[in-house]
């Protein structure tokens, strides 16, 4: 459990002391927190790589790739634009402290682009994650303290990120946001002929036809 240690003693910052009625200092947790890709509707997502540093200096490789999370909804709504709720199953990164940065490299495919960047991770993003397993939320103080802190990276068309983790009420709260650079080599870093991962799907095509692609939503 050594991820929070050092950290604890932030829970003072938000008024709500580990030792209160709300307390969730001995609920149930997971030793390491998880990272997870999300995507605007329509908007597909391939993730190549990714990688943390996290506060002690360490860089954990490989922490989490493949599709990201999203929809492609039945209905004929502009709903691309600006973000449709922060969720998703993410995976563990196994041994890293709190996070300090994250490289990402990503194909966004209705664009046909491939974008890469670092995020710099705030001290106050670290503080709501620490805070979201050691304390319960007043709101429902009978439910337990989140099991396993969350951070989202969304990504989106023009090498948009947008950094989320959840508070103690399980509500995401945005903590960053980047500019992406084109990579230069392409695609899988130019090892796959310039392919992409996959087409363009037809319910996307549509979308795109009728409202486009929503720039400057995000």
């Avoid at 002391?17 to 609920?27: I, P, R, V």
């Avoid at 009978?142 to 989320?164: C, E, K, N």
């Amino acid at each position: 459990m050594r991820i929070f240690l050092a950290l604890l003693g932030v829970l003072a910052f938000t008024g709500c002391h580990a030792t209160g009625s709300n307390s969730g200092e001995n609920d149930p947790k997971y030793p390491w927190w998880e990272l997870a890709f999300i995507k605007p509707n329509f908007m597909n997502v391939w993730v190549e790589d990714s990688s943390v540093e996290d506060i002690n200096g360490r860089t954990f490789l490989r922490a989490g790739g493949g599709n990201a999370s999203g929809a492609e909804p039945n209905d004929d709504k502009e709903s691309a634009r600006g973000w449709v709720g922060v969720g998703g199953t993410g995976k563990p990164v196994i041994g890293a402290d709190l996070p300090k940065r994250i490289f990402v490299r990503w194909q966004s495919i209705p664009e046909q682009k491939t974008y890469r960047a670092w995020v710099d991770f705030p001290e106050e993003a670290r503080r709501v994650m620490v805070t979201s397993t050691h304390q319960r939320c007043a709101e429902t103080p009978d439910r337990t303290a989140r099991f396993m802190a969350s951070v989202y990276l969304g990504l989106a068309p023009g090498g948009i990120v947008q950094v989320w983790v959840r508070d103690q009420c399980r509500r995401p709260i945005k903590v960053a946001r980047t500019q992406a650079e084109l990579e230069p080599l392409g695609p899988e870093l130019g090892k796959n002929g310039g392919q992409y991962a996959y087409p363009v799907s037809e319910k996307a095509k549509r979308y795109i036809d009728k409202f486009g692609i929503p720039y400057g939503s995000w």
